[in-house]
């Protein structure tokens, strides 16, 4: 029988250093992993925080632009006035 036991979505980024600025510092994600073929080549990525993994890429066919996703959390008023970013 099929069991189904994660989702891990893959949001499209422009600019690396803007998505890691946005990602680990503003929401203090970290990051697990980057991947490029070679140097000069899109990035990919998975950052997480807690239960959650999401992939970063720059890859053009990965993903669409302006995806969203939903993430449900408890603290969110707290988590919003946080002071260590």
């Known amino acids: 029988m099929a069991q189904f036991s994660q989702v891990i979505p893959i949001l499209r980024?422009?600019?690396?250093?803007?998505?890691?600025?946005f990602y680990l510092d503003f929401l203090g994600f970290s990051l697990d992993w980057e991947?490029?073929?070679?140097?000069?080549m899109p990035l990919?990525?998975?950052?997480?925080?807690?239960?959650?993994?999401i992939h970063l890429s720059e890859h053009?066919?990965?993903?669409?632009?302006?995806?969203?996703?939903?993430i449900n959390m408890s603290g969110v008023r707290e988590f919003q006035k946080r002071?260590?970013?």
């Open 13 to 21: 980024i422009f600019d690396e250093a803007i998505a890691k600025t």
């Open 35 to 40: 991947h490029r073929f070679e140097p000069e």
């Open 44 to 53: 990919y990525m998975q950052i997480s925080k807690g239960s959650i993994q």
């Open 60 to 70: 053009h066919g990965d993903c669409c632009p302006g995806a969203g996703i939903r």
């Open 83 to 85: 002071t260590d970013r």
